[in-house]
């Protein structure tokens, strides 16, 4: 990926959409995490507490005190654990003066009683953090103190056995739900992707409007961009009619005026109809130059792309038929399918332009090369003095008036080529004439 499109991707709507999503997710993953985890602790406190609970609840039962004060428990508790030693699970009945039974599990150590409201406290045996809670009875005429307690690290053993399996199953959630949330904006992104397709395939010609299918939140869009194009190819409507009318009033009049001027000539009067003549010509070709351009400036901006190859027969075709007396050789040399973004119309008068000129100076031989973004046009006459290379795009500059034209032809396709955003280039063609190069930005 290039640093212009990871710039591009970084302002894309479907980035920013993504990332949010991503944010989002991890987000509620953790405080998902850290409410169940702290919801577990709580719920499994509770039933370990429980637990030990039925444990002072059955020591409590089992405990007789014999005449002597001294308390005994004449058979073991039911969890085993009490019976190995420091195996965590510990209890311990207190008979005072130092009358004390104890589990085996709790070797030589001894419980300390802190309190005997029944509140869990915590203590000590040997290493380990207790848990533990003591009740005070009196069984069978003696008070005794019955403690049950339990290593802490049994309990956050589970916590914890708990919480690596609750973060490898909330990392696979989140995974799950990021994949989700890629997919739904990708799927919601989808309309938009297709609109953008549609409008390259508007720039490109293919069709005149724009699709009118799209989610409702995008219709007003298409509604007003269709009328819009509907405006803009009313407005090139008129503009080619209004063009046509001014062309026929033009003409006519000086039409007129021309023909004056002969009857002049004949009357004798050869130099101001010489004078009417030329200057009738001159405003006959600023006419038509003017024409060409007000034609070119309504079809500017459609963003059209035109296939060369069927256009270039045909035009081949008129200019065999245009100098049929001449025995020009046609070489055309294109790209498979090579298209140029410009109109059908404005590039048949680009081409027809240079095709004609080359024919004019040619000796036999006329050369038509295409590429991506552009073609050239050679022939193999005389070509143009490189110090008249730019004179020639100058309106109405004719270096020969012998030959027949306007003056008109390079200048127009120059002027043509700034409408279509393209560009024309004059230069020395290696068969020995003139090459002229037309070329386009590159598409995007």
């Not at 953790?30 to 719920?43: Q, T």
């Not at 095709?355 to 004019?360: F, P, R, V």
Request: contains cysteine; proline residues 4%.
């Amino acid at each position: 990926m290039s640093m212009g499109q990871g710039l591009r991707l970084r302002g894309s709507l479907q980035f920013r959409l993504i990332v949010g999503s991503a944010v989002g997710v991890v987000l509620a993953v953790l405080l998902a995490g850290l409410f169940i985890g702290n919801l577990y602790r709580i719920h499994t406190t509770e039933r370990f507490q429980s637990e030990l609970d039925h444990h002072l609840s059955e020591l409590i039962a089992m405990t007789r005190v014999d005449a002597a004060g001294m308390p005994r428990i004449p058979q073991p508790l039911s969890d085993p654990q009490f019976n190995a030693r420091h195996s965590g699970l510990y209890w311990q009945v207190d008979g005072g003066e130092g009358r004390i039974a104890r589990s085996v599990s709790l070797g030589a150590d001894r419980l300390a009683v802190h309190s005997d409201d029944s509140a869990w406290e915590t203590g000590r045996a040997g290493d380990q953090m207790l848990l533990q809670r003591s009740a005070r009875v009196t069984l069978d005429g003696h008070e005794v103190v019955a403690t049950i307690a339990s290593a802490q690290e049994l309990l956050e053993e589970q916590i914890s056995h708990f919480w690596s399996d609750l973060a490898w199953s909330m990392s696979a959630v989140g995974l799950l739900l990021l994949a989700g949330a890629i997919a739904l904006v990708r799927f919601g992104l989808a309309p938009v992707r297709r609109l953008g397709e549609e409008v390259d395939r508007l720039r490109h010609g293919e069709v005149a409007r724009l699709d009118p299918d799209v989610p409702t939140e995008f219709a007003p869009l298409v509604e007003r961009l269709n009328a819009l194009l509907a405006a803009q190819a009313q407005l090139i409507s008129r503009a080619r009619t209004q063009s046509g009318n001014l062309a026929h009033n033009l003409r006519t009049p000086l039409a007129l005026i021309m023909d004056e001027a002969e009857q002049l000539r004949l009357a004798g009067h050869v130099e101001t109809a010489d004078f009417l003549l030329g200057r009738s010509a001159l405003m006959q070709r600023q006419i038509d130059y003017h024409l060409t351009r007000a034609a070119a400036g309504g079809t500017r901006g459609a963003g059209t792309l035109t296939e060369v190859a069927p256009l270039l027969d045909q035009i081949i075709t008129a200019m065999k038929r245009l100098h049929a007396g001449r025995d020009i050789a046609f070489e055309v040399d294109l790209p498979p399918g090579l298209r140029l973004p410009c109109d059908r119309g404005d590039l048949a008068e680009i081409l027809s332009n240079l095709i004609d000129n080359a024919c004019k100076w040619c000796r036999h031989r006329v050369i038509i090369t295409g590429a991506p973004g552009g073609i050239e046009v050679r022939d193999d006459g005389k070509g143009i003095a490189a110090a008249n290379l730019q004179a020639v795009l100058i309106p109405g500059t004719r270096l020969d008036p012998e030959t027949p034209g306007t003056g008109l032809g390079l200048a127009a396709t120059a002027d043509l080529l700034k409408f279509s955003g393209g560009e024309l280039t004059l230069g020395a063609a290696s068969e020995g004439g003139l090459s002229a190069r037309v070329s386009f930005a590159e598409e995007r």
